[in-house]
């Protein structure tokens, strides 16, 4: 058994869905879980009917889901023929969930809203997929993944409940095969005891898919992307970026950590702890070998780079000029752990402590008010994070050359510098 993920980049457009058809052909002899995210910028489209929701303009709300359903129900026209009557009946249902929400007012938190709002274009986007593959003679069956992942209410980065959605898995997922070899379902969301939607994190459909790779003990895992590897470099910033052939957990864990956007954070571990490969796969152009990512060991990687734009420093030091001590520190990470902040570098001094965060205005704002009530605050903005693993001199000086060097840490494997 297998687990295929594919992004938003491959269901972006009629082309990519028939595309992923033709992938598709070439497995419908295996059991495979798929798992696919919400079609190309529909998350960012949702993101914004929260926005205007939460600002209780409703009409602006109505408005911009309305683009959302019409393009959703334009792609079903055009790929489904005689499952088409089924699959709208079926969006229709999502979009009167939605919908019964947004003729309400806002009495919850931002956060909330998100989750029950931005849920939908998974749930939209498996059902034309799963109609279409049917269609084409790719039997599969349709699952709703919140009646199988349970969560914390930790809404945009919640929990998974292991025992309960592994047992889930044993009712629903493993039965499921016994009807059709393919299983589709949604990435990124899961659901509250109370049947409240929730989000695993941007970028959380990955970690479905490991989840489920975990629990069902599959052979591997295919993430299939717009890129033909795991590039040394993001090659939007970097067009000399080359591709790379192999790598292990602990050095994809690392470049997660230091914000490469490929993989996931969290998607690592539940593959790592059954020793699960996970392929990284071009589904442009399915004959290219990708990346192979696994437990071995890795010799002679190039330098590693992640270009992290729009970031804060966020400078702060106690109000009689006495150390930073424990206290402090501590009050400081209770802020970012009420705001959902995760520091992307730290560095501490005897009177101050600098951190380097990505820029969302309100949260920065929230948080230099609150930490100004007991330390002095000082914010820089527009500043840019360069992380280098396996650097060399000569790749350093190339890609700081008229920087201005602000901060700077290094060990033996990695640098980091904040420049403007």
């Not at 055009?78 to 999502?94: A, H, I, P, R």
């Not at 396996?390 to 494997?413: G, P, S, V, W």
């Amino acid at each position: 058994m297998k687990v295929f993920k594919f992004g938003g980049a491959s269901v972006s457009s009629v082309e990519r869905i028939l595309n992923l058809g033709h992938i598709m052909k070439h497995w419908d002899n295996e059991k495979i879980v798929v798992i696919v995210s919400a079609m190309g910028k529909t998350t960012n489209a949702l993101e914004k009917v929260v926005e205007a929701f939460v600002a209780d303009r409703k009409e602006d709300a109505l408005q911009l889901f309305n683009q959302i359903k019409q393009q959703h129900l334009s792609t079903a026209k055009y790929v489904l023929v005689t499952n088409y009557l089924s699959c709208e009946k079926k969006l229709k249902d999502f979009f009167t969930e939605v919908e019964w929400l947004l003729h309400d007012k806002p009495v919850r938190d931002y956060d909330y809203y998100y989750d029950q709002i931005v849920c939908v274009g998974e749930l939209l986007s498996t059902t034309i997929i799963s109609a279409y593959l049917n269609e084409i003679g790719i039997k599969n069956t349709w699952l709703d993944v919140r009646d199988i992942i349970r969560t914390d209410d930790d809404f945009r980065n919640a929990g998974i409940d292991w025992d309960f959605t592994k047992q889930r898995v044993e009712e629903i997922i493993k039965p499921s095969f016994e009807k059709t070899k393919i299983v589709m379902m949604q990435g990124f969301i899961g659901a509250t005891d109370e049947n409240e939607s929730t989000t695993l994190g941007r970028e959380g459909s990955d970690y479905t898919a490991a989840v489920f790779a975990n629990m069902l003990d599959a052979e591997n895992v295919t993430i299939w992307k717009d890129v033909e590897s795991i590039m040394n470099a993001d090659p939007k910033q970097f067009t000399d970026a080359i591709p790379i052939a192999e790598l292990n957990y602990k050095e994809t864990i690392e470049m997660a950590y230091y914000g490469a956007q490929i993989i996931h954070p969290k998607t690592i571990k539940p593959l790592q702890n059954k020793n699960i490969p996970l392929i990284v796969k071009c589904f442009i152009d399915p004959t290219l070998l990708g990346t192979l990512i696994h437990n071995n060991s890795i010799q002679n990687l190039p330098p590693i780079i992640v270009l992290k734009e729009k970031q804060v420093m966020l400078k702060v030091t106690t109000k009689d000029f006495s150390f930073v001590g424990d206290h402090e520190v501590r009050r400081l990470y209770q802020l970012f752990e009420a705001l959902h902040i995760k520091p992307n570098l730290t560095q501490i001094g005897a009177i101050n402590f600098t951190c380097v965060l990505d820029y969302w205005p309100e949260k920065i704002e929230k948080l230099a008010l609150q930490a100004s009530e007991f330390l002095n605050v000082e914010v820089t903005k527009e500043l840019s994070l360069l992380t280098i693993r396996h650097y060399t001199k000569e790749k350093f000086e190339e890609l700081t050359k008229e920087k201005t060097i602000i901060l700077r840490q290094q060990t033996t494997d990695t640098i980091q510098v904040l420049m403007k």
